[in-house]
């Protein structure tokens, strides 16, 4: 793999990391809190909710692109291992690859539009006053580093010849 790629999957796999790392821990301590105040103050954080979903959602579509490095999205593997010829697994595994990225960027479109709409319509959450386009914007920006990994692992195949097997290329 060049060195291009290289540094773009390591740094991917930092912000991945501190992003979803981060954002659940985040979420693990205001909800901890939370109950706490629950149950001991008969009070709680009134945006304590809010900001715990949206934290969530951030760290759920970063974990997708994450997902896409480590092989771990839900994959159909025993076609591609007993059924497809050794000869045809790399085609099969590149083809497979093309329908997670074209799915990835119809997702993208359609999160770029629904973001735009939300920007237009000025809406924003109840608690916290936060813009509704940003949380459209996690479901956009992990749409977008998913398929950066996709095209990465698709590069990886074509140029590596690696081993390929039919695990982890569902979006």
Not at 130 to 137: A, E, Q, R
């Amino acid at each position: 793999m060049s060195s291009f790629i290289k540094k773009v999957d390591h740094r991917l796999e930092i912000f991945e990391k501190n992003v979803v790392g981060y954002a659940t821990i985040a979420m693990v301590l205001i909800m901890f809190i939370n109950v706490v105040l629950r149950n001991f103050f008969q009070s709680g954080l009134v945006w304590g909710n809010e900001v715990s979903s949206y934290l969530n959602i951030l760290a759920v579509y970063i974990a997708v692109s994450a997902g896409f490095k480590y092989g771990s999205h839900v994959g159909i593997s025993v076609v591609v291992d007993y059924v497809i010829p050794r000869k045809l697994r790399k085609g099969t595994s590149v083809l497979t690859n093309l329908i997670s990225l074209s799915f990835c960027i119809l997702i993208l479109y359609m999160g770029c539009r629904m973001m735009s709409a939300q920007m237009a319509s000025g809406q924003s959450s109840p608690v916290i006053s936060l813009p509704l386009w940003v949380v459209y914007g996690f479901l956009t920006l992990g749409m977008l580093l998913s398929a950066i990994r996709i095209i990465m692992e698709i590069i990886k195949i074509i140029i590596n010849d690696t081993k390929v097997s039919g695990g982890g290329e569902a979006c």
